[in-house]
């Protein structure tokens, strides 16, 4: 035996035996096997595939996982959906869960599709301050209650106001007439007369303002009034907020005016 000879047989005899798993596989059921280098331990590679061939799973070619559609979740814990779920599909909570915990839902959903919350669910859940708004119809919008013992800074801006014509050239025009315990707020009020005349708007405790009378707008002595030019007048307010009130409950409103010229116009007010 020469000298090569000699090598290699020394070198067959030292070489250790590969270390690689047994795999069983059937002739033509297309299992693959790859080498890690040549001359290397085969070992198979797994291609998760569609049902062509083609690889899925990757940046590329994304893949869907598909449940059958009547699968329930039971027994699901606190964080099972804490998730951002963004252009969810139809039916992509359309399921059965039973015994779900608090958190079981606690997720953000963006551009939902009509049923994507179409679940029933079973069991204990606890939604906190859930609300929902932009409802298209008002039975089915949640409307804004204030409690009873709300404080409304203005009548005239959240309470249904009442009109009152007035056309008269009476020395003292009721305008408003007293309701036990309420109070008038004035929203809006417009005059004209057709002759120069100075006038007030007063309360007092009878219809006409006769008794008890105290000055709201201008003076209680008729010729102190806001003076009004022939054909001229005055408006206060929109409606949209109380431009004067009366100071005692159950009191009447007037104008009063210290001329016979035809006073015309309109008050709005609330009485509360």
Known sequence: MNKKAFTLALLAASTLPAHADNFAATPGTGITFAAKSIGGVLY???????GTGTEIFTSSNPGVVSFPSAQPVT??????????????????FNATVANATASLFNATVSNATGSLLNATITGSVTVGNATVLGQATSTGSS????????AVG???MFQPKI??????????????AGVSAKKVYICSLALISNNTANVSVIEGSTTTCSAGGVAIIGSVTAASGMALAPNGGLTLGSGAGTVAQSGGAANSVCVLQNTTALIAGNISYVQQ
Do not use: H, M
């Open 44 to 50: 198979p590679w797994v291609l998760n595939a569609n």
């Open 143 to 150: 409307p804004v209650v204030l409690s009873s013992n709300q």
């Open 75 to 92: 027994n699901a814990t606190a964080s099972l959906f804490l998730a951002t779920v963004s252009n969810a599909t139809a039916s992509l």
């Open 163 to 176: 009109n009152a014509a007035i056309s008269s050239s009476l020395g003292s025009i009721a305008a408003v």
């Open 154 to 156: 203005d009548p005239c």
